[in-house]
């Protein structure tokens, strides 16, 4: 058997596995609710392996490494650390959510029915570059992983892993998700484990340690200032992520109230294992003076060809695309739901029974899927800088998102423009005096070195926001009664 | 003291003030006038009324 039959048997096998568990719970699909939010009943097991397996994504296996790589054991604290403090942050702000917007569906709705229409639709589009940005670098990955490590074709690798998710999700939406993502999840942690043991065993930790203080000593440094500043700003960043993506949300509103803060915190703390042990592969790199071709994000491929051989290569595919599997489920969910719920039923169709939202969301799964798939094709260069500029836009949100849920007078249209003053301001510092508008730059000044950067644009953007959001609130209070949320209906189950 | 230093400072004051903001929310928002308990009571005198 020739490796690439070897690696399109693998694909075949866990997709199959996958279809069959999504698809044999997606009869209990029975309206939008369960569709969206797996029926409101998720509990502590389920709902930590459902957040776990979303926020386990391709990045987290190739770029923890990467960061190792660049930053040393700064790097692989501040990605670990980062991401799960973010998902532990959200604990406490998803039971205010529960509790004012018991029958949300979608992070829409609330923007929706706390703030006014501009925020609203500035929020939407804002969202939908974010998701459907994120799910097409999903997408892209499972192509170039299969084609690197299997030699299969880029575009087959692409089409098949779309095409064995959107089997699943089209039907079975949030509850078939939850299925597999318990299933990947468990696989993901199974392996995780195995495998920094398996490359350390072959490469001996003494070697690497003793590598890595006599060629890169500065990996080892506490005090390094560009890990420092990594390892500060990083949780910032996830945070934005975190408190504006809908899957988050969706999960959110999918728990039972008495176990929401724990699983969320559970989340938190075992996602925070992942990173840690697919980032010190990178150590190996930097220990034995490992070449890498294609540059530091391909550290974890080059290390596992090079030590792990045929059989680690199996696992480490299996790894990649469990993890790139369930956020692409979570994500062609999660941007069906605010399609069929923000856009088709508070936009296109008002009068709209549940049925007909349920299957504008299965419509609406094909599409994205027809939409990752051939924006994917195209292998767009700038997927990475989109996913760090748009860094800047989830900072700006942070204080809108805990500020709206929390207090009374927020003021929507200071939070507008200073989300606006934040962004545009935010992007200028990134692209270093010009506004870097991602495929175009707008000169305007010139900055230092050192006051320029992705980090440094979001921690301006957060500044704004907040400073904006809040001074503005304090000087025009606009009293908000938070009961009208609380006993808010979907207008789908008013029609049907 | 290099930038990256003081980045990394206004970096932790961004997550310093982010946190409090949900520590401050959710302690006040423990007595607020969305429990089920209290509005029921407001409908009960309203409807005694």
Redesign the interface.
Known sequence: MSFQTLGVLIIVLLGASWIYAGLKVSKRVSNTDDYLVGGRQVGVALGSATILATWVTGNTILASPESGYTYGILGVLGYAVGGGVAVM?FA??AA?LK??LPTGRTVGDFFRLRYDGKNYWLFLVALLVWDLGWLLTQGMAAGIILETIFGIPFAFGVIITVGIVLTYVSVGGMISVLSTDFLQSMLIMLLVFIFPALIYWQANPRTVYDGMASLAPETLRLDN??G??F???I??IY?GEVFMDNTFWQRAFALRTNVLKKTFIFAGIGWVFVPIATGTLAFVAVGTDMELPGGPSSVAPEVVSNLAGSIGSVFFLALLWAALASTMAALMNGVAGIFMNDIYNNIVNRNATDKQVLLAGRIGTVVIALITVATALQRPSTLLSLLIWLGIINAAY??PV??G????RINPTGTFWSIICAITVGLVFYGGGDMDLLFFQIPLFTFPE??SGD??GA?VS??IA?AGTLLSSRIWPRPFD??TM?DWEPLSKTHS | MTPEYLWAIAGVLCLIVLFTMIAVGSAASRNDSLDHAELDDDTTKGAGQ
């Open positions: 942050a406490p702000l205010r509790k004012i200032p560009a420092l500043l390892l500060c700003v949780p910032l945070a942070l204080t805990v500020a849920a929390y207090f009374k050192w006051a980090l440094q921690i957060f500044t907040t938070f009961r609380r």
